[in-house]
């Protein structure tokens, strides 16, 4: 049961639509711009910056779970 958990939320950490978003005065800038490399480039750091705090919370959330596994495995 806990395999099963633990395959779909890697399923749903790896399954994820590419986002876009942008502050006001960013997107008021940016659409001004023909060619729009400066937005996707924008975009692509936004999403390059969200993507450390999910790791983190997942590397204490792993390091929780070994532990919690470890001690149950010392109680039996």
Same mark, same amino acid.
């Given at each position: 049961?806990?395999? !099963?958990?633990?395959?779909?939320?890697?399923?749903?950490? +790896?399954? %994820?639509?590419?986002?876009?978003?942008? @502050?006001?005065? @960013? !997107?008021?800038? +940016?659409?001004?711009?023909?060619?729009?490399?400066?937005?996707? =480039?924008?975009?692509?750091?936004?999403?390059?910056?969200?993507?450390?705090?999910?790791?983190?919370?997942? =590397?204490?959330? &792993?390091?929780? &779970? !070994?532990? !919690?596994?470890?001690?149950?495995? %010392?109680? %039996?």
């Amino acid at each position: 049961m806990k395999q !099963r958990l633990l395959i779909l939320i890697i399923v749903f950490l +790896l399954a %994820t639509l590419p986002a876009e978003a942008q @502050c006001a005065m @960013c !997107r008021a800038v +940016l659409e001004s711009e023909e060619k729009g490399q400066a937005a996707e =480039g924008i975009n692509n750091g936004i999403i390059y910056l969200m993507i450390f705090p999910y790791l983190l919370v997942g =590397g204490v959330g &792993y390091a929780i &779970y !070994r532990m !919690r596994k470890k001690a149950k495995e %010392t109680e %039996t």
